[in-house]
């Protein structure tokens, strides 16, 4: 093989030398994204996926590790990363990347505490781990593109666990060739389809994608072999997901500029206020804001939802029978916005959608604009939300939004990130204990915010 189509060599010697923590963008960013992905999982811990799951790993059995997050026990290694990604990944509020056009730390995080747990691993190793890790799957997103995505492949799990690898290799210090073999090892496990959004299977790719980065490095620690460059070549993974040929312009977006900055925090990590799809964020704070004309159903005629081409793709259920299904719906989004529901965990639930939603959600219907403009500032780039009202008298009414509370364009605040991590902690004693561990992360030693959860 010539050396301009060996990405995976290359891809694992900037893996391996890489120091991001010393940039501090990447740092602050890292741990708002373990706060993050920590609340969101323990607002999943009772999720009914969650508890099925549960059992089926107790009943399993195997030497107990790695702590079950918010769970007060422990599985082996590969048990927990499946289930604290399912968790991170449950209610659909962890974070979003948009180069993945997935969720990365729901996968990368839970395979990362779980390799660390019983070793002893510097808190600035895991950060550099993590940062890495969201890297390697937004150049991979990147580089896949859109194609793979739109035929009905999922990124969360198709790159996530490549990306864990790589991230878990880094962690316990893997040389090239480890590295190399352990993601080979990984490719060949990569899937997940988008036809399971709305159903538990979607979380569990998360999970799936997490254990598979686990036991792709434990299988190399095994000295279990496969091909060294699962990238490349005319039937690697990059070829067969992307349709992209092994050539010069693939190579430099996947390792050049290692370092100069950090996709974890340029363009940056996305964090949710809502427990739905981030591609119904800009419909929903469009509605919100219509939602203060106080309109009842019967004055609205008809609502038009407007997206670019394909805009809309992730959001597959257009009448949605229940609220878990309206995770990925506009129309139960937009619905519940202007009947005044709040976005509440029990919103999204399994129960039925109730009747006046269902009364409302007849009433629209979506359509795409390929020549409209959004903001410079819109991400993902390109991206807007139209929500246009047609009242019973004639008059219509409109908001557009392209930048969605929470993106990193409008981002949370420390204040809000943590606000969010205390309404999913069980006890506020150690919530503000987690906080102030991760603070100091890069100071520390993972096994201290391992004792805390």
């Not at 090239?176 to 073999?181: D, M, P, S, V």
């Not at 496969?226 to 067969?240: K, M, N, R, T, Y």
């Not at 409209?372 to 009242?391: E, S």
Request: proline share 4%; net charge negative; with cysteine.
């Amino acid at each position: 093989m010539g050396r301009l189509t060996a990405f995976t060599e290359m891809m694992a010697a900037e893996v391996l030398k890489a120091t991001p923590t010393n940039n501090e963008a990447a740092l602050r960013e890292a741990k708002r994204g373990i706060l993050d992905y920590l609340a969101s999982a323990l607002a999943g811990r009772e999720d009914a996926g969650t508890i099925k799951l549960l059992q089926a790993i107790e009943a399993e059995g195997g030497h107990p590790v790695a702590p079950l997050i918010g769970q007060n026990k422990r599985a082996n290694r590969r048990q927990a990363a499946l289930l604290n990604g399912f968790m991170g990944h449950a209610l659909d509020y962890d974070d979003v990347h948009s180069d993945v056009r997935g969720h990365p730390s729901s996968v990368i995080l839970p395979a990362l505490f779980a390799l660390s747990s019983g070793r002893e691993i510097s808190g600035k190793c895991f950060l550099d781990a993590y940062i890495i890790g969201v890297e390697v799957m937004a150049r991979l997103g990147q580089e896949v593109g859109t194609a793979s995505y739109l035929k009905g492949w999922h990124n969360t799990s198709l790159l996530g666990g490549v990306a864990a690898t790589f991230a878990g290799a880094r962690l316990l210090g893997f040389t090239a060739r480890e590295t190399q073999n352990a993601v080979g090892i990984a490719v060949s496990q990569a899937g997940g389809l988008r036809v399971q959004f709305g159903t538990q299977m979607k979380p569990l790719h998360a999970g799936l994608a997490a254990q598979q980065a686990v036991q792709s490095i434990e299988w190399t620690q095994q000295d279990f072999h496969g091909i060294d460059a699962a990238l490349d070549s005319g039937i690697g993974f990059l070829h067969v997901y992307g349709g992209k040929a092994t050539d010069e312009a693939v190579q430099t977006a996947l390792t050049e500029n290692w370092g100069k900055t950090w996709r974890i925090a340029e363009p940056g990590l996305w964090f949710k206020r809502n427990p739905f799809c981030s591609a119904a964020s800009h419909g929903a704070d469009a509605a919100l804001e219509l939602a203060g004309l106080r309109l009842t159903v019967s004055e609205i005629e008809k609502i038009d939802i407007v997206f670019p081409p394909n805009g809309d793709a992730a959001l597959i259920h257009t009448r949605p029978k229940t609220g878990e299904q309206g995770r990925f719906s506009i129309e139960y989004v937009v619905a519940l916005a202007l009947l005044g529901q709040p976005f509440t965990l029990g919103n999204f639930g399994t129960a039925a959608v109730s009747l006046e939603a269902e009364k409302l959600m007849e009433k629209m219907s979506r359509s795409y604009d390929a020549e409209h403009k959004p903001d410079a500032q819109a991400i993902p780039k390109g991206r807007f939300t139209i929500v246009r009202l047609t009242l019973a008298d004639g008059s219509v009414h409109s908001r557009e939004v392209c930048v969605p509370k929470g993106s990193p364009q409008a981002p949370l605040t420390d204040a809000e990130l943590e606000s969010k991590w205390c309404e999913s902690a069980p006890v506020q004693h150690k919530a503000d204990r987690i906080i102030q561990a991760i603070r100091g992360l890069e100071n520390g030693n993972m096994s201290e915010l391992e004792g805390f959860l």
